[in-house]
């Protein structure tokens, strides 16, 4: 594909997008959509599975710009669900946690 890179930043606009309506929105989505925030995952790798540089291009494109939905309706939203409910003596052990659930070992052997 060419410009792939280019084209990437579709999944970063998304997520600016979302992250500039996500302050306003946490407490009406918090819980109520989580559903359809997971349906949103599961449609971006279908996208991604099934899409090609050629005639299916417009798959690859819809997986990208999902990025916006899927990164920050779930790892967003979740830090700030924890910041809420944790204790102040335990939010930033519970961050922590979070962080290594969500973003997996690698990331920490990585250091």
């Given at each position: 594909m060419k410009y792939a890179a280019a084209k990437m930043t579709m999944g970063q606009m998304s997520e600016l997008l979302f992250?500039?309506?996500?302050?306003?929105?946490?407490?009406?989505?918090?819980?109520?959509?989580?559903?359809?925030?997971?349906?949103?995952?599961?449609?971006?790798?279908?996208?991604?599975?099934?899409?090609?540089?050629?005639?299916?291009?417009?798959?690859?494109?819809?997986?990208?710009?999902?990025?916006?939905?899927?990164?920050?309706f779930f790892f967003v939203m979740g830090q700030v669900y924890i910041d809420q409910k944790a204790p102040s003596g335990l939010r930033a052990a519970a961050q922590g946690l979070m962080t290594f659930l969500t973003y997996g070992i690698g990331m920490f052997v990585a250091r």
């Open positions: 992250m500039v309506t996500r302050p306003s929105s946490s407490n009406a989505l918090a819980s109520a959509h989580v559903n359809a925030r997971m349906l949103a995952w599961v449609v971006r790798y279908v996208m991604f599975g099934y899409g090609n540089a050629g005639p299916l291009a417009w798959m690859l494109y819809i997986g990208i710009i999902l990025h916006g939905i899927c990164y920050d």
